[in-house]
């Protein structure tokens, strides 16, 4: 039981660049969020979905966009790279919005 | 708005000390409440949760947290905290599929 993937685990962009974040779970798990971290903010939500085809803004939505078309994945999508999206990103993913969420191990992305 | 704050950026404690990490939340009723774990580089682990009920909620790891409503709390101790326990703690509250909110974390060190 693989829980949940996240690739790649480290990544560097030029500015104005784009790439996709993949997320993968395999628990069957209903609801799915992406979440950002910065050094001493907590984490902040980005996007989340509450099951394929259905998906909606968090806190922080802007230059980023996902997709929910299977219920296993859950890609964020960055468009034009700026160096305020330096951070960790995670994943995460939970049965019922009241369980405790299964997170990934998180990516590391710069923009340089 | 919903917030959820933990006073404490960095507690150092001895080991085999008690511990007791703080968590305040803002909510308009009572949310669903949540302490995680975090080790350097690793995703995000869940501690345990509270819903309703009984306000004392045991974890894994030989943690606790005790609800209390009056306080708008939600804290974490652990009776003797070993070197492992060394990580970021986050307390995070929800009331529905829109994403939890997270606290900025506690940093634990542990003293030998």
């Known amino acids: 039981n693989a829980g949940v993937t996240q690739t790649p685990k480290f990544r560097i962009l030029k500015i104005g660049q784009s790439m996709t974040l993949q997320c993968t779970q395999d628990?069957?798990?209903?609801?799915m969020y992406w979440y950002r971290q910065d050094p001493g903010m907590g984490l902040k939500l980005i996007y989340y979905?509450?099951?394929?085809?259905?998906?909606d803004k968090g806190e922080v939505p802007n230059g980023y966009n996902v997709s929910r078309s299977t219920t296993e994945d859950f890609p964020l999508r960055l468009e034009l790279a700026a160096p305020s999206q330096t951070s960790v990103y995670f994943c995460?993913?939970?049965?019922?919005?009241?369980?405790?969420?299964?997170f990934g191990s998180g990516t590391r992305l710069t923009v340089v | 708005a919903q917030s959820v704050t933990q006073p404490d950026i960095h507690i150092t404690v001895s080991e085999g000390a008690s511990l007791e990490l703080r968590c305040n939340y803002s909510?308009?009723?009572?949310?669903?409440l949540f302490w995680y774990v975090q080790s350097p580089g690793q995703g995000l682990q869940l501690l345990l949760k509270?819903?309703?009920?009984?306000?004392l909620v045991q974890g894994i790891k030989g943690f606790e947290a005790e609800f209390k409503r009056s306080q708008s709390s939600f804290n974490l101790r652990k009776p003797s905290v070993h070197w492992s326990d060394a990580a970021e703690y986050f307390c995070?509250?929800?009331?529905?599929?829109?994403?939890?909110?997270f606290g900025k974390g506690t940093h634990l060190i542990i003293q030998p």
């Open positions: 628990m069957n798990h209903n609801y």
């Open positions: 509270y819903f309703s009920g009984d306000t």
């Open positions: 995070a509250a929800g009331g529905g599929a829109d994403g939890l909110t």
């Open positions: 979905s509450v099951g394929a085809g259905i998906t």
């Open positions: 995460a993913s939970s049965y019922y919005f009241s369980d405790g969420y299964t």
């Open positions: 909510y308009g009723a009572t949310p669903y």
